[in-house]
């Protein structure tokens, strides 16, 4: 089974400023997929970013980038120039990549979440 | 508009008043699934559906049912509800079960 643990429940960055939220995961599979999801006050799930395992290179979409470290199976989330609107809840999850049966298939795996606030 | 469409938005029940919490999507995917958000829990799996009349459970299928009768709509159902069901339930899909998904814009239950 997998695991997912975001170990700080809340955190809080002055506007244009850099916030780098923590994921841990714990897998035995090889092929999978990590994502960060937001979830602003309006509840809607929205994909921030995707990371491949199999790719080294850290994906990256505008202001956020990832830092994938696969040997310490971790995969954080960095925002720069932090704006007033990515204040919201944000998700780590992970997805295996292949159908290895039984209830993994499809199953996306979250953490606790990370409630992130941005001061004027 | 590519989308997942979940109703209701809010529901108040009472306990044991069976209920639905009704998904459908438009975008031809085969995997849809069922999560429940609680606090310091994250999004738990309840159920997940590979393609018509295929179903089976996930991490917390306890006190819910499903049904997949069309690739469309795949509804959740409480036939019991208890106060520990209180919670904000997702429905999401994707393609084949390894693609993006798509999320629904979640439902606020209260059971009391």
């Known amino acids: 089974a997998q695991t997912v643990t975001q170990s700080q429940p809340e955190m809080s960055v002055q506007e244009a400023e850099t916030v780098t939220l923590s994921c841990t995961y714990d897998?035995?599979?090889?092929?999978?997929?990590l994502f960060w999801y937001k979830q602003p006050p309006s509840r809607q799930m929205i994909l921030v970013i995707r990371?491949?395992?199999?790719?080294?290179q850290n994906a990256t979409e505008n202001r956020f980038s990832v830092n994938f470290q696969k040997a310490a199976k971790s995969f954080s989330l960095k925002i720069s120039d932090s704006q007033l609107g990515d204040t919201a809840m944000y998700f780590c999850?992970?997805?295996?990549?292949?159908?290895?049966?039984?209830?993994?298939?499809?199953?996306?795996?979250f953490g606790q979440g990370t409630i992130l606030t941005v001061h004027p | 508009e590519a989308q997942v469409t979940q109703n209701p938005r809010y529901l108040i029940t009472v306990t044991g008043k069976k209920l639905t919490v009704t998904c459908s999507q438009n975008?031809?995917?085969?995997?849809m699934s069922w999560y429940r958000q609680d606090p310091g829990l994250g999004l738990r799996q309840i159920y997940y559906?590979?393609?018509?009349?295929?179903?089976d459970k996930g991490d917390v299928p306890e006190g819910y049912k499903v049904s997949r009768k069309e690739k469309r709509n795949f509804p959740l159902i409480l036939e019991s509800p208890s106060p520990n069901q209180t919670s904000l339930y997702f429905c999401?899909?994707?393609?084949?079960?390894?693609?993006?998904?798509?999320f629904g814009s979640g439902t606020r239950l209260t059971v009391v």
């Open positions: 999850a992970f997805r295996v990549g292949s159908w290895a049966g039984g209830t993994s298939y499809g199953k996306l795996t």
């Open positions: 897998t035995s599979e090889n092929n999978y997929y």
């Open positions: 990371q491949e395992a199999y790719k080294q």
């Open positions: 975008m031809n995917h085969e995997y």
């Open positions: 559906s590979m393609n018509v009349e295929v179903t």
């Open positions: 999401a899909s994707n393609r084949d079960g390894r693609g993006g998904y798509t």
